[in-house]
């Protein structure tokens, strides 16, 4: 019988990815019967999809399944090298700002902040970051120029940079929560992508608190798949915004390389894009940027006749496509997997099904 190492890297992160499941599993109902009991909850409106009032402190589960799937490693008793003082300073800053970022979610939730206070915020959150180090350096450019592969950014525009990039991406994820299971979907995908290459490249306290994440989204997906029993809310959409903006850059930093932009951006394109189009649509309109409207990617394909499930999954399919075209960009999947990318998007996309059916049938 083979030696089993149950302090390895692959069982710790098993358990994390069942504890942070089954944690936040758990705590769901809970949190659903206290909201419902104090009444906290989402009221629809002429701008939302959901027909009736729901929970929105999905954030809540989900934030202390991630912290019990990392917890869970004191009792493998391999704690040493995933432990505070041991994993990286940017991973401590990141958990700890995360948790910030978290709170600032939920109390919005609970008491309706301004948005010029969230925003602020935000920017003293992302400041605090830069400045214990955790920010863009420098930018790889391979893929404009191979001759010219690095470009070192001054240190104001790397404040700038870091500091928009953050801000950016917690406000472009919490804008695509507009659908039952959208974003709980697309963070699953991108988390995926981002352990994938993290594990490829021995980041262990990282695809530790991706596993985490990982497990505890997915748990959550279970309730919020439409027809949505609860939401996220802001204190989900902040907290899992604000880890993923931090991940896509925090290995470059930590390892003292130029940040791959073009594999971030492929992974991230879908919020990215539709933040990038709905400001630039209110800048042309001339309305606020913090005007609400229904132009965000999810109801322009509403609009066209589809249901939730099937934008859901449309925007799913385009998600793992990109994500596979990134990974292989990077060299860590083969080539044949964007065959396969593009057979997922195919069964996810009932447009392409149907306009296959009137060619082959003539229906």
Known sequence: MPNIDLNGLEYILLLILIVSFLGTLVLIPLTKAFGEKFNISDVPNKRKLHTKSIVRLGGVPIFIGFLLGLLSVFFTGGLEPYSLENISSYGRILILMATAIFFLGLFDDLFKLSAKFRLVFQFVVASIA????????SLDLSFINQNYFELQLPLIISFLVT???????????NWMDGADGLLSGLLIILSISFFIIEYSNGVQYLVCILASLIGSVTAFLIFNYNPAKILMGDSGSYFLGFNLAIISFISSTDAKEAFDFKVVFLIMFIPIADMTYVILNRIRKGKSLFYPDKTHFHHRLLASGLNQKETVKIIWGLAILLSVIALVIENILNPI???????????????LKRMAKRIFIGK
Do not use: T
């Not at 830069?130 to 350096?137: Q, V």
């Open 130 to 137: 830069w400045l214990n180090e955790l920010r863009i350096d």
């Open 163 to 173: 500091i928009f990039w953050i801000v950016g991406l917690i406000n472009a994820f």
């Open 337 to 351: 997997f964007m065959i396969y990318a593009l057979i997922v998007y195919y069964f996810c996309d009932v447009r």
